[in-house]
């Protein structure tokens, strides 16, 4: 019995002193992702060692070139503070910042054993949560015309995708998916944060708001009013009658300047034409054709 156990154990005992001629590292993730100003762990474990003390290193290769980040048991400047060794060789980095998205390898030295080196990759990705949007909403819109919100930020990543509130309530993809948004004309683009209506209707008044959005957190921007008003037809009419009064004193004014030679000593100057006797070029409008054009124009309205 005793001597069937001794036996095992030795089996076993060389299966051990093979395995362990060589060092072999290994790591629970390869690929990294990581929240600015949290916690990391780079983990890289040791499989299989015999000697002592290896030497151990880790190493940040930031576009293809390598620096040290821990080397002859001191962690580097730049992530002095912020980052210890932990058993066996994994690398915790308590606070890490954008600036730490790179690839990290680790390396292991071991002078007694018959493979005496083991390395492993690590991409590390930082993810920065979003910073508050800046957002653009026309104050007021009448009704039956464009309208464009906008709302942009450029510090999250992976890029942030926007969301728009109306009154607190979120403005769906689809406005037929919600009866409240049901006849509203708008396009929602959550790449971009652009909510485009075509068209705006009473209905679509009220207080506007966009939350950006990425997998490391929100941020919002503070909520606007967007007022749609209906244009009145004594609106209208008052309108057109000051844009015609306006082009009707432009037109007159030019009219009595020209015959009254305002123009005629400057071209004098410039060449010997004689303008003042050439036929009148300018078709103004004598007071018949004036009553004219004002029924005309009364009349277009
Ligand atoms: C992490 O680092 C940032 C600046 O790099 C600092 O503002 C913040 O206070 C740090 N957080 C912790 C928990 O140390
Ligand atoms: C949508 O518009 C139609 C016709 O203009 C109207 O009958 C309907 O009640 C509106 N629906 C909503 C939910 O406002």
Redesign the pocket.
Known sequence: MAMRRSVGAAILFSVHLISTFAVILRTTSSSLWANEYESTELSCLIESISTNNPRIEWKKITNGKPSYVYFEKHISRDLENRAYLKEPATLVITNVTRSDTAQYRCEVTAHLDQRTFDEVLIDLVVRVRPVGPRCGVPRAVPVGRPADLRCSEGEGFPKSRYHWFRNREEIPLDPRSN??F??SSYTLNRETGKLSFRVVWK?DSGEYHCVAKNEAGHAECAAQTMEVYEVSLVGKVLGALLLVGALLVVTLGFCYAYKGGYFVQRSEARDNYKASESKDPVDCITPEDEAGFRHKSSFII
């Open positions: 009866p409240r049901f006849n209905e």
